[in-house]
Every structure is written in structure tokens, then in C-alpha cells.
């Protein structure tokens, strides 16, 4: 019972050291300096077409 506790426990510290390593890098220049990472693009959202109250497709207004 006590080999379990301890291994759990081994295994417990490996992940929570091995969490920061795991991270995003952070963003360097062509110099090798770290700068500030720019922001992602946000996705294209499409719009579903236009229905009226009976279902029937119109133009989006």
C-alpha cells in the first residue's frame, strides 16, 4: 500500500514539474530577444442563411 502512495506521489511531482516545460514558448525576435507574442486571429465566423417565420430563405437584412 505504501509502494502505491509513493508512486503516486513520484508521479504527482513529475507532472506538476513537467507542466511549465509543457507550456507555449514565449516569443522571441529575429535577435533572439523575447518579445511580446502577437494576439491569434479570431476564426470567420459564417452567418447562417435568413429564414422568415414560415422557413423560407430571404435576404439577410
Partial sequence: ???IATAF???ALMTVG???A????PCKDAKGK???CPEKPKPV????PCKDAKGKFIKCT
Fill in 1 to 3: 500500500m505504501s509502494r
Fill in 9 to 11: 506521489a513520484a508521479l
Fill in 18 to 20: 513537467a507542466a511549465p
Fill in 22 to 25: 509543457l507550456a507555449a514558448p
Fill in 34 to 36: 523575447f518579445t511580446k
Fill in 45 to 48: 465566423v459564417k452567418k447562417a
